[in-house]
């Protein structure tokens, strides 16, 4: 069982910054696709960003330019630089470690609250 435990969420002002982190356990994290997904209340889940075991990465139109999705193997680690945060990005946010059909396991998520 791969273990994902996410961390950085807390109550940040508009325009201002944070760097989620996402630390997986076991051997295949390197050969994973990781992604971040987050969910707002009332709302569905949503893909935030993804990143490929080859380092192609994908953006959801809304944090294009502000976002920045990056993963360190040798750490285990996938992480989320979020810039010019906005309202509207507040929501739990969850990571997500996926190979093929075979594996699909997600974090227990980390809120991240954007209010002045």
């Known amino acids: 069982q791969v273990q994902l435990v996410e961390s950085g969420g807390r109550l940040v002002q508009p325009g201002g910054s944070l760097n989620l982190s996402c630390a997986a356990s076991?051997?295949?994290?390197?050969?994973?696709?990781m992604g971040w997904y987050r969910q707002a209340p009332g709302k569905q889940r949503e893909l935030v960003a993804a990143i490929t075991s080859g380092g192609s990465t994908n953006y959801a139109d809304s944090v294009k330019g502000r976002f920045t999705i990056s993963r360190d193997n040798a750490k285990n680690t996938v992480y989320l630089q979020m810039n010019s945060l906005k309202p509207e990005d507040t929501a739990v946010y969850y990571c997500?470690?996926?190979?093929?059909?075979?594996?699909?396991?997600w974090g227990q998520g980390t809120q991240v609250t954007v209010s002045s």
């Open positions: 076991g051997s295949i994290f390197s050969i994973s696709t």
């Open positions: 997500n470690l996926r190979i093929g059909v075979y594996r699909d396991d």
